[in-house]
């Protein structure tokens, strides 16, 4: 079998359309252009491209965007009343704080002093809480964009088996939380489970997201899975350049797998379309605008 390939850049495109569309509706009908800031501690140069395409993709579609840059020795005090400036701002409807931040700041605090609602990565307890007990809240990106890859791909996910590995609050987690919201029997593998590659054998899905260059086998995975890879790792090639690589051995795995992401390619380009339609929600829902995107 050769996998079919999971464009996430076209997918990604498409959603970016559709949020455009929806933006253009909502200023038009209801005089409401959802705005996301996006605070960022520091100079960390990969950080600074992230928030830099974020902004671009956010005006691209029709968005306000606000960019706050805040020196690498801001205060956690200071960090905290920027945030909760923010969530008294009603042009702001989603607020993102780039992370890592500094070691002398409490992510967590910094987290829980987003206002639930404006919460567009959907890292705050609330948010985590309402995921997990069946409630509306706001969904991390890059799990929410696997999983709209995943239905596309599949269309009911009722009843299949899932692997998820990795157990990040940002992807593993969360990820596990949304395949069983969707009626999977999900499994959750890690650094110490014990025969991975018998877990991911028996798996219809398998999303990694370990952080460990190829660590998943082309071998392992069963014929006719599909494969979502959450993973990017920058590796040296035997020619001293670099190259990127995700999580799984995408050249065994693609003769294996039914479908699967490349990296780079696949689920990348999907986590800022995913901001961008979480910052339109947190806006129709803030303004009691009836839900959006047919996404
Ligand atoms: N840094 C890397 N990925 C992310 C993300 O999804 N959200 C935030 N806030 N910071 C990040």
Not at 2 to 20: P, Y
Not at 83 to 106: M, S
Request: glycine letters at 10%; charged letters at 20%.
């Amino acid at each position: 079998m050769t996998a079919d390939i999971i464009d996430g850049k076209a997918f990604a495109s498409n959603l970016k359309e559709n949020i455009a569309h929806k933006v253009a509706h909502l200023k038009e009908n209801y005089k409401l252009v959802p705005g996301l800031a996006v605070v960022l501690v520091g100079e960390d140069p990969a950080s600074q491209v992230y928030v830099r395409n974020k902004n671009k993709s956010t005006l691209a579609a029709g968005m306000n965007s606000y960019e706050h840059l805040m020196n690498d020795d801001v205060s956690e005090a200071d960090l905290i009343a920027k945030v909760e400036e923010l969530n008294n701002d009603p042009k702001v409807h989603g607020i993102l704080v780039q992370l890592p931040l500094p070691k002398h700041i409490n992510e967590a605090a910094v987290i829980e002093s987003i206002a639930p609602e404006k919460d567009v990565d959907g890292f705050h307890v609330i948010n985590s809480g309402l995921m997990a007990t069946g409630g509306k809240g706001m969904v991390p990106c890059t799990p929410l964009g696997c999983i709209m890859m995943l239905k596309d791909k599949l269309g009911n996910l009722s009843g299949l088996d899932a692997v998820v590995v990795g157990r990040s609050n940002i992807v593993g987690k969360p990820m596990a939380q949304l395949l069983l919201n969707e009626s999977c029997t999900v499994t959750i593998a890690h650094s110490r489970t014990k025969n991975l590659a018998e877990v991911v054998g028996r798996s219809d899905i398998v999303v990694a997201a370990v952080g460990v260059p190829e660590l998943v086998k082309g071998d392992w995975i069963k014929e006719g899975a599909t494969v979502i890879d959450v993973g990017i790792n920058r590796i040296e090639k035997e020619d001293g350049k670099t190259k990127l690589v995700g999580d799984v051995d995408f050249e065994e795995a693609s003769k294996r797998a039914g479908a699967i992401t490349p990296v780079p390619g696949g689920v990348g380009p999907m986590t800022i379309a995913v901001l961008l339609a979480n910052t339109v929600t947190a806006a129709c829902r803030q303004a009691g605008v009836d839900e959006p995107l047919n996404c």
